[in-house]
């Protein structure tokens, strides 16, 4: 296996992984509604490593931060996290979809420049931090890919086909799934270096299907986020498409954010996110999912396979 780039350093085989959780997240200009209190970083800090502490009594050796460049990344805290737990964090470089604004910098910037970007942080480290990505970040709104998307994308491809690194995935309500496939592997990446993620917020089991058989990683990554789908519906899903011979395609986790910056999009005062989805967190997979999919027949291999293997597989080139 060839080595992984985590924030503190190559790895060769992350063992138990969480492929899809957030340490931070700021949307674009969150910094600019100055009547918010502002990031306490070092209080933040120890409710996060408070946070991945319990991921160990469930034996996660690795957790995978595919926040984009522009969401607020901060792989120094990331890199902190790490240090801290002794967990593995691997951060990401991209940037996200359209709705959420062009950065102006990046409006009339070309794809090979773009993509240079990227090669440049995944060899060299995230400006002078030294610290690498060890996955591209890419992100399409719904229903249609933007001539800017197109662009993000195209540029993420070449940088992942250049440095063989691989490639996860925002998708927008289940859509686009297949143009994201078309693109990266157009630029000569695998379909073994590419996770559809989001891919379990929808009951269209032919759309998961029809993903799988292109031979990329399915994301059920949003266990606990019930607004699109429930949890009943994703362990279904997940259940029939292991039936149907695609375990060694799936990954599991739950797009937690452990901290916000600024306000939570749609979110009014007063109201907590814990109320409105009590099940989000980090650890919910382990002491909810798991027990409810072995009901359903899935054994300690299945998982041993969805959260080692598939992870371990999917990062080597
Ligand atoms: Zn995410």
């Not at 926040?67 to 737990?85: H, K, Q, Y």
């Not at 995944?122 to 990505?133: D, L, R």
């Not at 060890?134 to 662009?151: D, F, H, P, Q």
Request: charged residues 25%; hydrophobic residues 40%; aromatic residues 8%.
């Amino acid at each position: 296996m060839s080595s992984i780039n985590s924030v503190l350093g190559t790895i060769e085989n992350p063992g138990k992984t969480l492929i899809h959780e957030h340490i931070l997240v700021g949307f674009p200009g969150w910094f600019l509604d100055t009547r918010q209190p502002g990031f306490k970083r070092d209080e933040a800090l120890i409710r996060v490593c408070a946070a991945f502490e319990e991921l160990k009594e469930h034996g996660v050796e690795t957790v995978v931060d595919p926040c984009p460049n522009d969401l607020g990344r901060d792989v120094e805290f990331i890199a902190e996290v790490s240090s801290r737990t002794g967990i593995n964090l691997i951060c990401a470089t991209g940037f996200y979809y359209e709705k959420a604004g062009i950065p102006y910098t990046l409006r009339y910037k070309e794809v090979d420049e773009i993509a240079d970007i990227f090669i440049n942080e995944i060899e060299n480290g995230v400006g002078s931090t030294g610290i690498k990505p060890g996955l591209l970040k890419i992100a399409t709104g719904e229903g249609v890919v933007s001539e800017y998307e197109r662009k993000i994308l195209t540029a993420a491809a070449k940088a992942a086909a250049a440095t063989e690194i691989p490639v996860l995935s925002h998708t927008e309500k289940c859509s686009c799934g297949h143009d994201q496939i078309d693109i990266v592997t157009g630029e000569g990446v695998a379909p073994g270096h590419l996770l559809v993620g989001h891919s379990d917020g929808t009951d269209d089991l032919d759309y998961q299907r029809s993903l799988a058989e292109r031979g990329v990683y399915v994301g059920f990554d949003r266990f606990g986020l019930e607004g699109q789908v429930t949890d009943e519906i994703r362990i279904q899903n997940l259940k029939q498409l292991v039936d149907l011979g695609y375990r060694q395609q799936i990954m599991m986790s739950h797009d937690y954010v452990n901290c916000w910056l600024g306000t939570v999009p749609g979110m009014s005062a007063g109201m907590s996110l814990s109320d409105v989805l009590p099940n989000w967190n980090m650890t919910h997979i382990f002491e909810r999912i798991i027990p409810a999919l072995k009901l359903e027949g899935m054994t300690d291999d299945d998982f041993d396979v969805i959260l080692k293997d598939n992870p371990a597989r999917f990062f080597s080139s």
